[in-house]
């Protein structure tokens, strides 16, 4: 009997154990810097639900648009042992050789918002994200019809396309579905195409050269708002009025985009949600109780709103444009 109980003992201090090792997780998070409202808000969001859930610790690290410093970022996760770690890579390629570390370690990997290059190439656990080729052809598609609606619909269009980082997921995937979306529409030329970094202080530059250098732009497609709400700078500064002498369609939908529609400064904004939170805690709590997602890349649903509202935009998805202001209020980031 005292043999038996030993046992007993000794299997419910595995058990204790094991339910221990199953509260307790270390989740790390190589976030790829600050560079927009949509980033800090992402950042934000997630670090707040990491940090919030019982028995999780956050390991955060800021690589401060560097792919290096991600890179660094990700082997010291592997030498600390954490559970699990969440990915954004600041570019698409250059993955391979680190992620591949990751998977020997035996670390379920969680691609968030961008995917690498070599995503095809590697094990993953989940991965959540925008669609950028749908966002991208959602840009034009909506200033195509928003002109239409304007009785500019047969008018020769000059269009500016302000890209964000170069080689990122999101930059390559919106220029693709861009240009895709201008397919239909004969009558819009693009007459400019450069990086804008996606921050607001290079959107601003990038405008104030193309007003010296263009001779025409009717609209800009701002591959994030950041850049944009820095277009809108430079076009006040050089004597032209944002909204009305250029059309701006931005992506992202943070609400100083909203507002900038509101005051009539932008035009369209394309939504892409930073709020992965949602999905990302009840992924982590599924893996660690057995479940598996597949390899397919899990998109949120997202709208499209404007300075008009009812604007169709028949991509892949076809989606209705709400007006900004009607829903301003109830924006969170």
Request: aromatic content about 8%; overall charge negative.
């Amino acid at each position: 009997m005292k043999k038996f109980l030993a046992i007993v003992l000794a299997l419910a201090m595995v058990m204790a154990l094991g339910v221990s090792a199953f509260a307790d997780l270390k989740v790390a998070f190589s976030q790829i810097g600050q560079e927009s409202d949509w980033r800090t808000a992402n950042t934000d969001n997630l670090c707040a639900a990491i940090e919030g859930h019982e028995g999780w610790t956050l390991i955060y690290d800021d690589a401060q648009q560097k792919q290096e410093n991600q890179i660094k970022a990700l082997r010291n996760f592997i030498t600390q042992g954490v559970d699990y770690i969440l990915f954004t890579g600041v570019v698409n390629t250059g993955w391979d050789e680190v992620l591949a570390e990751v998977n020997e370690a035996e670390i379920p990997l969680i691609l968030i918002d961008r995917m690498p290059e070599c995503a095809d190439k590697i094990e993953y656990a989940a991965a959540f994200g925008g669609d950028f080729v749908e966002e991208g052809r959602r840009q034009t598609i909506w200033a195509g019809e928003y002109l239409k609606s304007l009785g500019r619909g047969d008018e020769e269009i000059a269009v500016a396309i302000m890209e964000g980082t170069t080689g990122a997921d999101a930059q390559v995937g919106r220029t693709k579905g861009n240009l895709e979306g201008l397919e239909k529409y004969p009558n819009m030329k693009v007459v400019a195409q450069q990086s804008g970094n996606f921050t607001r202080a290079e959107g601003q530059a990038v405008m104030e050269s193309w007003l010296k250098s263009v001779d025409k732009i009717d609209v800009l497609i701002a591959q994030n708002d950041d850049m944009g709400l820095g277009a809108v700078d430079a076009i006040k500064a050089a004597g032209l009025v944002p909204g009305k002498d250029i059309i701006i369609v931005g992506c992202d939908s943070v609400k100083a985009a909203f507002e900038a529609i509101v005051a009539g400064d932008m035009n369209a904004t394309i939504e892409c949600t930073p709020l992965y939170a949602d999905f990302v805690v009840p992924t982590i709590e599924g893996l660690e109780a057995g479940e598996t997602y597949g390899r397919d890349v899990l998109h949120p649903a997202e709208g499209v709103y404007d300075c008009v509202g009812g604007i169709v935009c028949g991509g892949e998805v076809e989606v209705t444009s709400t007006l900004a202001a009607d829903v301003i209020d109830a924006r969170v980031y």
